[in-house]
């Protein structure tokens, strides 16, 4: 099984509509991501968190939303679609760092939710 | 803030033949490096990274790169390809300390037999 797991993997919606995308995680990491892949602009960051009560927005955020449920489930909503929000999007986590280590940023992702907004 | 410019988006290469990857990235403290590969249909996977200490980092099947401070370069290298290298690479950076990576814009590279 994955480690860092996203639902679903593919939806197709209709302008105005509320989607929500999953991601679980079983690493135990405390810090998630999600990001969004469009061709030629490389991965962007939408939103971060860095455990239950902290939620921090991305270089992309207008136009989504975030929850935070529990350590190991960050959910992404897009609360009405619209085209220009298709894309591949990418659930990540990373960790805190072992003690007397900083975090180095790395990141490990789930296989990705491709969202297409007609 | 820091930026990550990969200068090319795509490269086409025949098997067997060598390839090199162009990362340079913007930044004036001291960063981590990331290079990362997606296959098609699936997520992305760490290929290397470049934490401290040798300026040469190997990773998994065959790739190398080199960490260039005065060029501020991370370019990615492989002395012979074969048609399962067929993916998208991303190079990315993190500020040492940092809380999350800023990726490059991806270069496509295609094996042609």
């Known amino acids: 099984d994955a480690d860092v797991t996203q639902t679903p993997r593919n939806r197709i919606t209709k302008t105005g509509k509320r989607i929500m995308l999953e991601c679980s995680q079983t690493?135990?990491?405390?810090?998630m991501y999600w990001y969004r892949q469009d061709p030629g602009l490389g991965l962007r960051l939408i939103y971060y968190?860095?455990?239950?009560?902290?939620?921090n927005k991305g270089e992309i955020s207008d136009g989504y939303s975030v929850s935070r449920q529990a350590q190991a489930k960050f959910s992404l909503s897009l609360e009405s679609a619209i085209p220009n929000q298709t894309a591949l999007y990418f659930c990540?986590?990373?960790?805190?760092?072992?003690?007397?280590?900083?975090?180095?940023?790395?990141?490990?992702f789930g296989e990705g939710s491709r969202l297409t907004v007609l | 803030a820091q930026s990550v410019t990969q200068l090319d988006s795509q490269v086409p290469v025949f098997e067997e033949a060598p390839v090199e990857l162009r990362c340079n990235y913007s930044?004036?403290?001291?960063?981590?490096l990331f290079w990362y590969v997606q296959y098609p249909n699936q997520g992305l996977q760490l290929l290397l990274k470049?934490?401290?200490?040798?300026?040469l980092v190997k990773g998994i099947n065959g790739f190398e790169a080199e960490f260039n401070k005065s060029q501020t370069s991370f370019h990615l290298r492989k002395p012979s390809v074969h048609i399962s290298d067929t993916a998208e690479y991303f190079c990315?950076?993190?500020?040492?300390?940092?809380?999350?990576?800023?990726f490059g814009q991806g270069t496509r590279l295609t094996i042609n037999p």
């Open positions: 968190s860095f455990d239950v009560k902290d939620i």
């Open positions: 930044s004036s403290v001291s960063v981590y």
């Open positions: 990315a950076v993190s500020l040492q300390g940092a809380q999350k990576l800023v």
């Open positions: 990540a986590t990373s960790d805190l760092g072992s003690s007397g280590t900083s975090n180095t940023g790395e990141l490990f």
């Open positions: 470049y934490l401290s200490g040798s300026t």
């Open positions: 690493k135990g990491h405390d810090r």
